[in-house]
């Protein structure tokens, strides 16, 4: 029966190479349009009759190829279908004489992959069983009951639970250890194990057996899952010595997300109608849709307004975005906080800001990522996810930083050179520049975490404190006062004093480095004793490193313990005691001298 899909494939392959003739006498938009109706008709009827298993195993990634297929003589309509014809000839060939079975699925996954590497890393293959992931990362919504887990030796534990979320109406909290799921023992199971265990339509109900953190106690629980909503907008308040200042953190761009944020800006100025100023944090934001960085910028500025233009391979699909409605404040000081984490969407929005000179941007350069995806169906529930086009501010340039194009000769990428960057201006005449992201006006940069403190994190150390310090304590202060005391931060130390928490620094990874070097070109003999004794003075305290880093770890622990009680809101919350980016915006917006003159021209 195989053999007999593996033919139509190849018949299928044949027809295809008729469509190049037809494509070679027409334009490229209408051959681009043409060859998807073809494909799409050809597929349909290819799938009807082969059957989903022989259409899954060939038609799936000849459709794919039928796009990305690269060319390498003047006539890409022919390489298209000579490459076909090679693919499904080779197909034939695995599946008629290849030594054990193949797995069609398997190996059609692993083709597509390995062809969309030599493209972009946003150019994805996404699968029946990751289409959910995808649904969840534009939309923000998922059916589970609204819980992270986390493993640590072979155990499963509660890691983080969702603000009256299913898992919280339930009474879990972080640090129970969960001990099975409807009747399956969860111990040695990893992570990724639990997730068709703890997602499901909601209405849908399971049972959890629990041991709870704080009394030991073992306990089942029925709990009903539901349509769990993560919130683009986890925080919003008002910052600044007079809170007049209203703070707003936008964490990725979902659907709706733009109305979020206007919500909550009209929310804060109902607190307080005198505002002083805005901040908008776009840090470690990844992005999102184009559509609601759009409405993003319509909350600041005014109908009619650019915003981003895209560029495309076939010039009639270019598009160019303007703000639609009157901008919800469009006077207020404004400042938007990235970071290096803050691409795609985000950047269009502090581009268009900074563009526009309508806001002042503070923090590091962002990522740099001027590309724009859209997603097509293959079929099957599998969707293709491509890049398309780049996308350009309003003042012209495209802060894409590295160049996907032109690849090094060991297949990586470099980034855009500095000689290919171009110069270009703001609305007032500031000067700004292509690649390489977006540059703030003023540069923050956060201290680097120490490695005493990503150890004790990272091994939990922070998690197990700060749950047990809930259990003794039913409540703390409002987050954004709560500190730990000094007699609190030595109850932690003296907890630490028989755990492992052992680390290398990064002076002595590199003293290691250099080592296996000179062991390599037989150097190290000559010079171990200088080794040992540089080692020795490398060597750290772990006691010491503690109080050296103490404020560091200080925060760390204070954020993790105030979301045991105010969950992600506080844990923001909390952070922004000790946040300079942010210090920074409240300072400049209380400095209207120094907030117009950043938005003028260098003289």
Not at 28 to 37: D, P
Not at 160 to 187: C, T
Not at 351 to 380: H, N, W
Request: charged share 25%; with cysteine.
């Amino acid at each position: 029966m195989f053999g007999l899909q593996i033919t139509n494939i190849i018949t299928t392959s044949v027809c295809l190479q008729t469509i190049y003739l037809f494509l070679r006498t027409r334009n490229t938009v209408n051959s681009y349009l043409f060859s998807i109706c073809v494909k799409d008709k050809i597929m349909n009827r290819f799938k009807n009759s082969i059957g989903a298993k022989g259409f899954l195993a060939g038609a799936l990634l000849s459709a794919t190829a039928f796009f990305f297929i690269r060319a390498t003589t003047a006539d890409p309509y022919f390489e298209i279908s000579k490459n076909l014809d090679i693919y499904t000839n080779l197909f034939k060939e695995l599946n008629s004489f290849y030594v054990d079975p193949i797995e069609p699925g398997k190996l059609v996954k692993t083709g597509v992959d390995a062809m969309l590497q030599e493209l972009d890393p946003y150019t994805n293959f996404i699968t029946e069983a990751d289409i959910e992931e995808y649904e969840f990362m534009t939309t923000g919504k998922y059916g589970g009951i609204g819980a992270n887990m986390q493993r640590k030796g072979d155990d499963i534990f509660v890691a983080d639970v969702y603000e009256n979320s299913p898992a919280h109406i339930a009474g879990l909290h972080p640090g129970d250890l969960v001990e099975a799921i409807d009747g399956q023992l969860l111990k040695g199971k990893s992570v990724d194990d639990l997730g068709s265990l703890l997602k499901g339509s909601p209405g849908t109900q399971l049972k959890m057996k629990v041991k709870d953190a704080y009394t030991q106690i073992s306990s089942e629980k029925l709990i009903t899952r539901g349509e769990i909503e993560i919130s683009s907008v986890p925080y919003a308040g008002l910052v600044g010595p007079q809170n007049n200042i209203a703070y707003v953190r936008l964490t990725q761009f979902t659907q709706q997300c733009g109305n979020m944020v206007k919500d909550a800006y009209d929310s804060l100025k109902k607190v307080q109608p005198s505002l002083k100023g805005l901040v908008l944090d776009l840090r470690n934001n990844p992005g999102g849709l184009l559509d609601e960085a759009v409405n993003i910028c319509n909350i600041f500025v005014d109908k009619g307004q650019p915003v981003v233009s895209t560029k495309y391979k076939i010039p009639e699909m270019d598009k160019e975005y303007k703000t639609t409605l009157p901008a919800w404040n469009k006077d207020l000081p404004l400042t938007v906080l990235v970071n290096k984490s803050s691409a795609s969407a985000s950047e269009i929005v502090a581009g268009t800001i900074q563009d526009l000179d309508r806001g002042v941007i503070i923090g590091e350069r962002s990522y740099g990522k001027g590309l724009v995806q859209v997603t097509r169906p293959l079929g099957f529930k599998s969707h293709l996810k491509l890049t398309v086009a780049r996308y350009y501010t309003p003042s012209g340039r495209c802060i894409q930083a590295l160049d996907y194009t032109h690849r090094n000769a060991d297949g990586s990428v470099g980034l855009i050179a500095d000689s290919l960057k171009k110069t270009f201006k703001t609305r007032g005449g500031r000067n700004v520049l292509s690649g390489g992201g977006v540059s703030p006006d003023v540069t923050v940069t956060d201290e680097p975490m120490s490695m005493v403190a990503v150890t004790l994190y990272s091994k939990n150390y922070v998690f197990d404190y700060a749950t047990e310090y809930a259990s003794k304590h039913p409540t703390i202060a409002d987050p954004t006062k709560f500190a730990l005391t000094e007699s609190e931060f030595e109850q932690f130390a003296k907890w630490l004093e028989n755990k492992d928490f052992s680390y290398k620094t990064e002076t002595e990874l590199q003293l290691d480095s250099l080592k296996k070097i000179a062991l390599k070109e037989k150097y190290f003999d000559n010079a171990k004793a200088e080794f040992d004794a540089l080692k020795n003075k490398l060597a750290h305290d772990k006691k010491q490193d503690l109080l050296k880093h103490k404020e560091q770890v200080r925060h760390v622990l204070e954020s993790e313990i105030a979301s045991r009680y105010y969950y992600t809101r506080g844990r923001m919350a909390q952070g922004m005691q000790y946040d300079k980016e942010l210090e920074k915006a409240v300072a400049l917006i209380n400095s209207p001298a120094e907030y117009t003159n950043l938005l003028k021209p260098r003289k």
